[in-house]
Protein backbone atom coordinates (compact mmCIF):
# COMPACT_ATOMS: atom_id res chain seq x y z
CA UNK A 1 0.00 0.00 0.00
CA UNK A 2 1.51 3.33 -0.88
CA UNK A 3 -0.10 6.75 0.81
CA UNK A 4 0.67 10.44 -0.48
CA UNK A 5 -0.25 13.87 0.60
CA UNK A 6 1.03 17.63 -0.19
CA UNK A 7 -0.34 20.36 1.92
CA UNK A 8 -0.29 23.86 0.63
CA UNK A 9 -1.60 26.95 2.79
CA UNK A 10 -2.56 30.04 0.27
CA UNK A 11 -4.84 32.75 0.75
CA UNK A 12 -7.70 33.62 -1.12
CA UNK A 13 -10.06 35.98 0.41
CA UNK A 14 -9.36 33.33 3.44
CA UNK A 15 -6.65 32.03 4.73
CA UNK A 16 -6.68 28.30 4.12
CA UNK A 17 -5.33 24.81 4.54
CA UNK A 18 -5.83 23.06 0.72
CA UNK A 19 -4.18 18.98 1.07
CA UNK A 20 -4.23 17.14 -2.17
CA UNK A 21 -3.56 13.33 -1.81
CA UNK A 22 -3.49 9.56 -3.31
CA UNK A 23 -3.90 5.83 -2.10
CA UNK A 24 -2.73 2.65 -4.39
CA UNK A 25 -3.81 -0.39 -2.50
CA UNK A 26 -2.67 -4.22 -3.87
CA UNK A 27 -4.31 -7.19 -2.08
CA UNK A 28 -3.92 -10.22 -2.39
CA UNK A 29 -5.94 -13.25 -0.45
CA UNK A 30 -4.17 -17.15 -0.24
CA UNK A 31 -6.85 -19.10 1.26
CA UNK A 32 -5.32 -22.82 1.46
CA UNK A 33 -6.95 -23.68 4.65
CA UNK A 34 -9.88 -24.50 2.73
CA UNK A 35 -9.30 -24.61 -0.63
CA UNK A 36 -7.15 -26.49 -3.01
CA UNK A 37 -6.36 -28.93 -0.33
CA UNK A 38 -8.73 -31.73 -1.41
CA UNK A 39 -11.03 -30.34 1.99
CA UNK A 40 -14.58 -28.93 0.88
CA UNK A 41 -15.31 -30.50 -3.16
CA UNK A 42 -18.01 -27.83 -3.67
CA UNK A 43 -18.90 -24.15 -3.09
CA UNK A 44 -21.77 -22.63 -1.31
CA UNK A 45 -24.19 -23.07 -4.24
CA UNK A 46 -23.76 -26.37 -4.44
CA UNK A 47 -20.66 -25.98 -7.47
CA UNK A 48 -17.72 -27.57 -7.69
CA UNK A 49 -14.84 -25.82 -5.85
CA UNK A 50 -12.33 -23.87 -7.82
CA UNK A 51 -9.03 -25.59 -6.97
CA UNK A 52 -7.23 -22.13 -7.08
CA UNK A 53 -7.05 -20.44 -3.76
CA UNK A 54 -5.54 -17.37 -5.06
CA UNK A 55 -7.11 -13.60 -5.88
CA UNK A 56 -5.71 -10.52 -6.03
CA UNK A 57 -5.96 -6.62 -7.47
CA UNK A 58 -5.75 -2.98 -6.74
CA UNK A 59 -7.88 0.05 -5.45
CA UNK A 60 -6.93 3.01 -5.75
CA UNK A 61 -8.26 6.85 -4.39
CA UNK A 62 -7.92 10.37 -4.84
CA UNK A 63 -8.63 13.21 -2.42
CA UNK A 64 -8.67 16.99 -2.12
CA UNK A 65 -9.57 18.88 1.11
CA UNK A 66 -9.90 22.74 1.90
CA UNK A 67 -9.86 24.15 5.58
CA UNK A 68 -10.77 27.37 5.39
CA UNK A 69 -10.23 30.12 8.52
CA UNK A 70 -13.87 32.14 8.73
CA UNK A 71 -13.11 33.61 11.46
CA UNK A 72 -10.04 33.40 14.10
CA UNK A 73 -12.09 30.78 16.10
CA UNK A 74 -13.93 29.81 13.60
CA UNK A 75 -12.46 26.61 10.95
CA UNK A 76 -14.98 25.72 8.04
CA UNK A 77 -13.42 21.42 6.23
CA UNK A 78 -14.18 20.91 3.07
CA UNK A 79 -13.37 17.72 1.49
CA UNK A 80 -14.14 15.34 -1.33
CA UNK A 81 -12.63 11.71 -1.86
CA UNK A 82 -12.91 9.77 -4.89
CA UNK A 83 -12.35 5.80 -4.65
CA UNK A 84 -12.07 3.38 -7.37
CA UNK A 85 -12.42 -0.34 -7.38
CA UNK A 86 -11.84 -2.66 -10.64
CA UNK A 87 -15.17 -4.35 -9.82
CA UNK A 88 -17.41 -1.32 -8.71
CA UNK A 89 -16.18 1.92 -10.50
CA UNK A 90 -15.85 4.88 -9.01
CA UNK A 91 -17.49 6.63 -6.28
CA UNK A 92 -17.57 10.18 -4.45
CA UNK A 93 -17.69 10.87 -1.17
CA UNK A 94 -18.13 14.46 -0.10
CA UNK A 95 -17.94 15.69 3.74
CA UNK A 96 -18.28 19.16 5.49
CA UNK A 97 -16.87 19.72 9.01
CA UNK A 98 -17.20 23.08 11.23
CA UNK A 99 -15.19 23.89 14.20
CA UNK A 100 -16.29 26.64 16.73
CA UNK A 101 -13.92 27.35 19.71
CA UNK A 102 -16.60 29.84 21.83
CA UNK A 103 -13.82 30.07 24.26
CA UNK A 104 -10.80 28.95 25.87
CA UNK A 105 -10.63 25.11 26.29
CA UNK A 106 -13.84 24.95 24.92
CA UNK A 107 -14.24 23.43 21.07
CA UNK A 108 -17.87 22.99 19.69
CA UNK A 109 -17.93 20.79 16.46
CA UNK A 110 -20.08 19.38 13.99
CA UNK A 111 -20.40 18.04 10.52
CA UNK A 112 -21.98 15.24 7.62
CA UNK A 113 -20.06 12.86 5.57
CA UNK A 114 -20.74 10.03 2.78
CA UNK A 115 -18.58 7.32 2.95
CA UNK A 116 -17.54 4.50 0.41
CA UNK A 117 -16.71 0.86 1.43
CA UNK A 118 -15.91 -1.55 -0.95
CA UNK A 119 -16.51 -5.09 0.05
CA UNK A 120 -12.84 -6.69 1.01
CA UNK A 121 -11.52 -9.72 -1.06
CA UNK A 122 -12.26 -12.12 1.44
CA UNK A 123 -16.13 -10.51 1.49
CA UNK A 124 -16.61 -10.63 -2.57
CA UNK A 125 -15.10 -13.97 -3.39
CA UNK A 126 -16.52 -17.22 -3.86
CA UNK A 127 -12.78 -18.56 -2.49
CA UNK A 128 -12.63 -17.12 0.79
CA UNK A 129 -14.18 -19.56 3.22
CA UNK A 130 -13.83 -19.67 6.78
CA UNK A 131 -14.50 -22.35 8.78
CA UNK A 132 -16.93 -21.49 12.24
CA UNK A 133 -17.28 -24.17 15.19
CA UNK A 134 -20.80 -23.25 15.61
CA UNK A 135 -21.58 -19.48 16.64
CA UNK A 136 -21.43 -17.94 13.30
CA UNK A 137 -24.12 -21.16 12.04
CA UNK A 138 -26.77 -20.47 14.35
CA UNK A 139 -28.86 -18.63 11.73
CA UNK A 140 -28.98 -21.70 9.84
CA UNK A 141 -31.41 -23.16 12.88
CA UNK A 142 -34.65 -22.27 11.18
CA UNK A 143 -33.56 -24.43 8.00
CA UNK A 144 -33.08 -27.33 9.78
CA UNK A 145 -29.26 -27.08 10.89
CA UNK A 146 -29.03 -28.76 14.85
CA UNK A 147 -25.20 -28.59 15.74
CA UNK A 148 -21.51 -28.66 14.69
CA UNK A 149 -19.65 -26.10 12.36
CA UNK A 150 -20.99 -24.41 9.38
CA UNK A 151 -18.39 -22.43 6.34
CA UNK A 152 -18.91 -18.97 5.83
CA UNK A 153 -18.21 -18.02 2.04
CA UNK A 154 -17.47 -14.32 0.44
CA UNK A 155 -20.54 -13.23 -2.00
CA UNK A 156 -19.05 -12.11 -5.87
CA UNK A 157 -22.82 -10.48 -5.91
CA UNK A 158 -21.87 -8.12 -3.32
CA UNK A 159 -22.82 -4.40 -3.93
CA UNK A 160 -20.62 -1.78 -2.01
CA UNK A 161 -21.65 -0.17 0.84
CA UNK A 162 -22.48 3.57 1.25
CA UNK A 163 -22.81 5.46 4.53
CA UNK A 164 -24.46 9.42 5.08
CA UNK A 165 -23.15 10.59 8.04
CA UNK A 166 -23.70 13.59 10.80
CA UNK A 167 -22.46 14.35 14.39
CA UNK A 168 -22.02 17.17 16.61
CA UNK A 169 -20.24 17.52 19.60
CA UNK A 170 -18.72 19.68 22.12
CA UNK A 171 -14.88 19.06 23.93
CA UNK A 172 -13.35 21.09 27.74
CA UNK A 173 -9.39 20.43 27.12
CA UNK A 174 -7.23 21.84 30.02
CA UNK A 175 -3.62 20.36 30.94
CA UNK A 176 -5.34 18.44 33.79
CA UNK A 177 -8.70 17.80 32.63
CA UNK A 178 -10.30 16.62 29.34
CA UNK A 179 -13.74 15.56 28.61
CA UNK A 180 -15.74 15.56 25.17
CA UNK A 181 -19.19 13.98 24.58
CA UNK A 182 -20.42 13.39 20.64
CA UNK A 183 -24.21 12.30 19.49
CA UNK A 184 -23.77 10.67 15.95
CA UNK A 185 -26.22 9.42 13.42
CA UNK A 186 -25.32 7.00 10.34
CA UNK A 187 -27.48 5.76 7.90
CA UNK A 188 -26.05 3.03 5.33
CA UNK A 189 -27.26 1.19 2.23
CA UNK A 190 -26.13 -2.39 1.63
CA UNK A 191 -24.90 -2.82 4.89
CA UNK A 192 -22.61 -5.99 4.95
CA UNK A 193 -23.24 -8.87 6.97
CA UNK A 194 -23.94 -12.77 7.04
CA UNK A 195 -26.97 -14.55 5.75
CA UNK A 196 -28.29 -18.28 5.94
CA UNK A 197 -27.69 -20.12 2.90
CA UNK A 198 -28.40 -23.63 3.17
CA UNK A 199 -27.10 -27.58 3.33
CA UNK A 200 -25.22 -28.56 0.18
CA UNK A 201 -23.93 -32.05 0.06
CA UNK A 202 -24.08 -32.36 3.24
CA UNK A 203 -22.13 -29.23 3.84
CA UNK A 204 -23.41 -26.24 5.74
CA UNK A 205 -23.63 -22.47 4.54
CA UNK A 206 -23.85 -18.98 5.43
CA UNK A 207 -22.15 -15.88 3.14
CA UNK A 208 -21.97 -12.35 3.18
CA UNK A 209 -25.06 -10.43 2.09
CA UNK A 210 -25.66 -7.05 1.56
CA UNK A 211 -28.71 -5.34 4.19
CA UNK A 212 -30.90 -2.60 2.16
CA UNK A 213 -31.00 -0.31 4.76
CA UNK A 214 -29.53 -0.05 8.10
CA UNK A 215 -28.87 2.72 10.56
CA UNK A 216 -26.96 3.26 13.71
CA UNK A 217 -27.20 6.09 16.21
CA UNK A 218 -25.67 7.16 19.73
CA UNK A 219 -23.31 9.02 21.92
CA UNK A 220 -19.30 9.51 22.21
CA UNK A 221 -17.71 10.37 25.31
CA UNK A 222 -14.22 10.91 26.78
CA UNK A 223 -12.56 11.75 29.99
CA UNK A 224 -8.98 12.34 30.30
CA UNK A 225 -7.87 13.10 34.15
CA UNK A 226 -4.10 14.03 34.82
CA UNK A 227 -3.93 12.04 38.73
CA UNK A 228 -0.51 13.11 38.91
CA UNK A 229 2.45 14.82 36.64
CA UNK A 230 3.34 11.55 35.61
CA UNK A 231 0.23 9.43 36.00
CA UNK A 232 -2.48 10.10 33.42
CA UNK A 233 -6.09 8.08 33.36
CA UNK A 234 -8.04 7.92 30.03
CA UNK A 235 -11.40 6.47 29.69
CA UNK A 236 -13.53 6.42 26.33
CA UNK A 237 -16.73 4.85 25.63
CA UNK A 238 -20.00 4.51 22.92
CA UNK A 239 -23.37 3.69 23.84
CA UNK A 240 -25.86 3.24 21.62
CA UNK A 241 -29.57 4.26 21.17
CA UNK A 242 -30.23 2.41 18.13
CA UNK A 243 -28.60 -0.02 15.76
CA UNK A 244 -30.71 -1.66 13.13
CA UNK A 245 -31.53 -3.40 9.92
CA UNK A 246 -33.96 -1.32 8.91
CA UNK A 247 -35.14 -3.59 5.92
CA UNK A 248 -36.18 -5.96 8.66
CA UNK A 249 -36.55 -4.30 11.57
CA UNK A 250 -34.36 -6.47 13.42
CA UNK A 251 -30.96 -5.86 16.36
CA UNK A 252 -27.44 -5.25 14.14
CA UNK A 253 -25.36 -8.36 14.94
CA UNK A 254 -22.23 -7.84 16.51
CA UNK A 255 -22.69 -4.29 17.82
CA UNK A 256 -22.70 -4.07 21.42
CA UNK A 257 -25.00 -1.60 23.24
CA UNK A 258 -22.28 -0.52 25.29
CA UNK A 259 -18.26 -0.54 24.74
CA UNK A 260 -15.88 1.08 27.51
CA UNK A 261 -12.11 1.23 26.83
CA UNK A 262 -9.75 3.07 30.09
CA UNK A 263 -6.68 3.36 30.35
CA UNK A 264 -4.27 4.22 33.46
CA UNK A 265 -0.68 5.39 31.72
CA UNK A 266 2.57 6.01 33.41
CA UNK A 267 5.38 8.09 32.62
CA UNK A 268 7.64 6.09 34.16
CA UNK A 269 10.81 8.35 32.72
CA UNK A 270 11.42 10.92 29.92
CA UNK A 271 11.74 7.35 27.90
CA UNK A 272 9.75 4.71 29.72
CA UNK A 273 6.08 4.84 29.41
CA UNK A 274 3.72 1.85 30.72
CA UNK A 275 0.13 1.17 30.23
CA UNK A 276 -2.55 -1.30 31.64
CA UNK A 277 -5.73 -0.89 29.98
CA UNK A 278 -8.99 -2.58 29.85
CA UNK A 279 -11.86 -2.81 26.89
CA UNK A 280 -15.69 -3.77 28.06
CA UNK A 281 -17.99 -4.71 25.83
CA UNK A 282 -21.14 -5.13 26.29
CA UNK A 283 -24.18 -8.18 25.38
CA UNK A 284 -24.24 -7.49 21.40
CA UNK A 285 -26.75 -9.66 19.10
CA UNK A 286 -24.55 -12.68 17.84
CA UNK A 287 -26.59 -14.06 15.61
CA UNK A 288 -30.43 -13.85 15.00
CA UNK A 289 -31.30 -16.41 17.66
CA UNK A 290 -28.49 -15.62 20.62
CA UNK A 291 -26.63 -13.02 22.61
CA UNK A 292 -23.02 -12.29 23.47
CA UNK A 293 -22.45 -11.67 27.11
CA UNK A 294 -20.69 -8.73 28.08
CA UNK A 295 -17.06 -9.16 28.55
CA UNK A 296 -13.98 -7.53 29.63
CA UNK A 297 -10.43 -7.97 28.33
CA UNK A 298 -7.20 -6.19 29.89
CA UNK A 299 -4.10 -5.53 28.15
CA UNK A 300 -0.69 -4.27 29.55
CA UNK A 301 2.06 -2.47 27.64
CA UNK A 302 5.65 -0.68 27.35
CA UNK A 303 7.08 1.85 25.02
CA UNK A 304 10.77 2.69 25.93
CA UNK A 305 12.36 5.49 23.20
CA UNK A 306 15.96 4.17 22.88
CA UNK A 307 16.50 7.57 20.88
CA UNK A 308 14.74 10.50 19.19
CA UNK A 309 13.83 8.42 16.05
CA UNK A 310 13.69 4.63 17.50
CA UNK A 311 11.00 3.40 20.03
CA UNK A 312 10.83 0.20 21.12
CA UNK A 313 7.40 -1.96 22.33
CA UNK A 314 6.04 -4.40 24.19
CA UNK A 315 3.20 -5.94 25.89
CA UNK A 316 0.32 -8.39 26.80
CA UNK A 317 -2.99 -8.82 25.25
CA UNK A 318 -5.89 -10.60 27.12
CA UNK A 319 -4.03 -10.34 30.20
CA UNK A 320 -6.35 -13.05 31.58
CA UNK A 321 -6.80 -15.01 28.87
CA UNK A 322 -10.39 -14.47 28.68
CA UNK A 323 -12.91 -16.96 26.78
CA UNK A 324 -16.18 -15.77 25.94
CA UNK A 325 -20.11 -17.94 25.71
CA UNK A 326 -23.15 -16.48 24.06
CA UNK A 327 -26.23 -17.35 25.56
CA UNK A 328 -26.62 -20.95 23.60
CA UNK A 329 -23.65 -22.51 24.87
CA UNK A 330 -21.19 -21.41 21.67
CA UNK A 331 -18.10 -20.17 21.89
CA UNK A 332 -17.61 -16.28 20.88
CA UNK A 333 -14.01 -16.31 19.18
CA UNK A 334 -12.05 -13.21 20.82
CA UNK A 335 -7.83 -13.68 20.35
CA UNK A 336 -6.30 -15.38 23.39
CA UNK A 337 -3.53 -14.00 25.41
CA UNK A 338 -0.37 -12.98 23.02
CA UNK A 339 2.74 -11.45 23.72
CA UNK A 340 4.35 -8.51 21.16
CA UNK A 341 7.89 -7.15 20.86
CA UNK A 342 8.30 -4.78 17.94
CA UNK A 343 10.19 -1.71 16.97
CA UNK A 344 9.27 1.61 15.31
CA UNK A 345 12.44 3.92 13.57
CA UNK A 346 11.30 7.40 11.99
CA UNK A 347 13.33 8.91 9.03
Not at 248 to 265: C, F, G, M, N, V
Amino acid sequence: MADASLDMPFTLGLAQMLTIGGQWKHEKLVNTDTIGTGGIPVDATGHPMDTDPKVSGNTSALFVEDQLTLQKNLLLTLGLRADHHKDYGTHYSPRGYLVWHPAENWTLRGGISRGFRAPSFKENSSKAVTYSRGRGCNSLKPLGYTSGGCYMAGNPDLKPETSTSSEIGVEYDTPVLGAGLTYFHTNFRNKIQYEALGEYYGYWWTRQANIERARTQGLEGSLRIALTRDLEWTTTGTYMFEAKNRTTDETLIDTPKLSLYSALQWFATDRLNLQLSANHTGKQLGTKTSYVKAYTTADFSANFNVADNVTLRAGLTNLFNKRIDSTDGYSFYIPRREVYVGMTARF
